[in-house]
């Protein structure tokens, strides 16, 4: 019997290559029918990308992503807040990348392809259920796109990284319900852009009542790139609100987005501008779920969004989701017992993304321009008077530190 992983995200097809880096047979199940490049931008820190390095996906990420240089914080008119280096640029020995969602899934999903089979992938699948006993767990798919017949598959160990909306995670918890919001959407696209100052640099801007995040995706050629923008704003009270069913990429109009994009200022582009060039918009609830007090049940456990779903701050979603699969993969390679070895990663995994989703929802990293936003509303002359350097420093690096991408050991590991 192999392991079965129920998601063919960043995280399922992560995890799937480090167990087969490691010698053990694996077979994933993905609901779409097929795995597309699909989203809009997303970081990926470095501590986290240690993890793809070692798997040999550097180079192929360096074709299709940014080496991200620099962040800087800036408030809703476009003063500047707090400046950094990131990536290597900031002395970790691996980058920080800046990349389309959908071409990173490609990246991880060609590498299973050549590893691993394709057999190995099964699409159109959705996990339904599960039964376990003694000697493994039977877990059932149903044919999503066509509803034809049910598929029945027997492993050692079933991994539940199908997102935030996790089957897996509602068997163990049928009551939990829906996500939590509170009351933001965020407005995301891409579009073919002149070269914002070096071409590798991300800004977030804002403050208390929304945000602004920008961010190239892709190299540049003849002067333009792929640049990533992202509006968030809250529109409703969540305490009588609930997000709409539908709302998770639903595609809105650009006189529903634009006239929030223009309350922010980004020195050097044209953010309207951007905004009005965009092909496709899409919207999505800002939610998260409550960090839950165990992710395994015998042979099943969760792993990525299905065990953490967070709020997009400080770039952790999907870094978190890759910090799953090595930390799993490791124990399931080393532990006698395939329950020992869910137990211990659920020790380690569990409480560190506990923090980071407890953290996100005070803001994350982002609280510094709330936090000078709210002391000076109208803007300053001089950030020192407003919130010290050591002030800034406090919040930034608190969450680079409580995260785990302060610093990147020097050792090299083994995929």
């Known amino acids: 019997m192999g392991i079965l992983i129920a998601g063919a995200g960043i995280g399922g097809l992560t995890t799937a290559l480090m167990l087969h880096a490691r010698g053990l047979p694996v077979e994933i199940y993905e609901a779409a029918r097929e795995v597309r490049e699909v989203g809009v931008g997303v970081n990926i820190l470095p501590h986290a990308i240690r993890e793809l390095a070692n798997l040999g996906l550097l180079d192929a990420l360096d074709e299709v992503g940014v080496r991200t240089r620099k962040l ?26 800046s990349i389309h969602r959908g071409r990173l899934q490609k990246v991880l999903l060609d590498a ?15 996990l339904a259920g599960f039964m376990q006993d003694d000697g493994g767990v039977t877990a059932h798919f149903t044919d999503s796109v066509l509803g034809g017949d049910a598929l029945s598959r027997r492993g050692e160990v079933l991994i539940c990284a199908d997102g935030i909306h996790s089957a897996g995670r509602r068997r163990f918890y049928p009551d939990e319900g829906a996500p939590s919001w509170q009351g933001v959407v965020m407005w995301r696209g891409a579009a073919d852009w002149p070269v914002w100052e070096d071409g590798e640099s991300m800004a977030i801007g804002g ?54 994009a223009l309350r922010f200022h980004v020195p050097g582009t044209d953010i ?79 409480p560190k993304t506990a923090d980071v989703v407890r953290t996100n929802r005070v803001g994350g990293p982002e609280r510094v321009i709330d936090q000078v936003e709210k002391r000076a509303p109208a803007g300053f002359k001089d950030i020192e008077q407003v919130l010290s350097f050591e002030e800034r420093k406090a919040i930034v690096g608190g969450y680079a530190n409580m995260a785990g991408f302060s610093r990147v050991t020097s050792a090299r590991r083994a995929p």
């Open 207 to 260: 403050g208390l009542g929304g945000k602004l995040v920008l961010y190239p995706i892709a190299p540049a050629e003849n002067g333009t790139q792929l640049m990533n923008w992202v509006v968030n704003v809250r529109i409703k009270d969540p305490a009588i609100s609930t997000p709409p069913p539908d709302n998770w990429s639903r595609q809105v109009s650009l006189a529903e987005v634009l006239p929030h």
């Open 72 to 97: 800087t914080y800036l408030t809703r008119s476009g003063q500047e807040v707090w400046s950094e280096l990131r990536g290597m640029h900031a002395g970790h020995e691996v980058p920080q990348f």
């Open 272 to 350: 309207a501008g951007l905004v009005r060039k965009t092909s496709a918009i899409y919207e999505y609830p800002m939610a998260d779920r409550d960090p839950l007090p165990r992710w395994t049940f015998g042979r099943v456990t969760l792993l990525g969004d299905a065990a953490h779903p967070m709020y997009p701050v400080g770039s952790n979603g999907a870094s978190q989701a890759i910090l799953d699969a090595r930390c799993l993969a490791d124990a399931l390679a080393q532990a006698e017992h395939p329950r020992a070895a869910l137990w211990q990663y659920e020790k380690d995994r569990l």
């Open 112 to 126: 299973v392809i050549a590893r691993l089979g394709k057999p190995s992938l099964h699409t159109g699948r959705r």
